[in-house]
């Protein structure tokens, strides 16, 4: 129920741009975010936005990333620039989302994009 795209390889101090989709028999969205997992450390928040606006981020990321919503089109986006190669991981979005089957909001992950940064 959610697509996740926009990883690559980038060189140290350059900028990517995450996007996450969701699809489905949606009702409504409560949040959506993104997470990132580097090889050998736990999954760790990097950013969520709610449905009123308010975001959250971590602190090894503020200042450089930016996440940010289209809710037209149920999408969530993290621009990241001034990368660094401790920003290398395998990103995944997530959303609590209710779906129209029983309006119940659940947990969703996206299947994860990896972001490579070089020094």
């Known amino acids: 129920q959610l697509q996740a795209s926009g990883g690559g390889l980038v060189q140290a101090g350059g900028s990517l741009r995450l996007s996450c989709a969701a699809s489905g028999s949606i009702f409504s969205i409560n949040s959506m975010g993104w997470y990132r997992q580097a090889p050998g450390k736990q999954r760790e928040l990097v950013a969520v936005?709610?449905?009123?606006?308010?975001?959250n981020y971590a602190d090894s990321v503020k200042g450089r990333f930016t996440i940010s919503r289209d809710y037209a089109k149920n999408t969530v986006y993290l621009q990241m620039n001034s990368l660094k190669p401790e920003d290398t991981a395998v990103y995944y979005c997530?959303?609590?989302?209710?779906?129209?089957?029983?309006?119940?909001?659940?947990?969703?992950w996206g299947q994860g994009t990896q972001v490579t940064v070089s020094s």
């Open positions: 936005l709610a449905t009123g606006g308010s975001t």
């Open positions: 997530a959303a609590s989302i209710a779906n129209y089957s029983d309006y119940a909001p659940r947990d969703y």
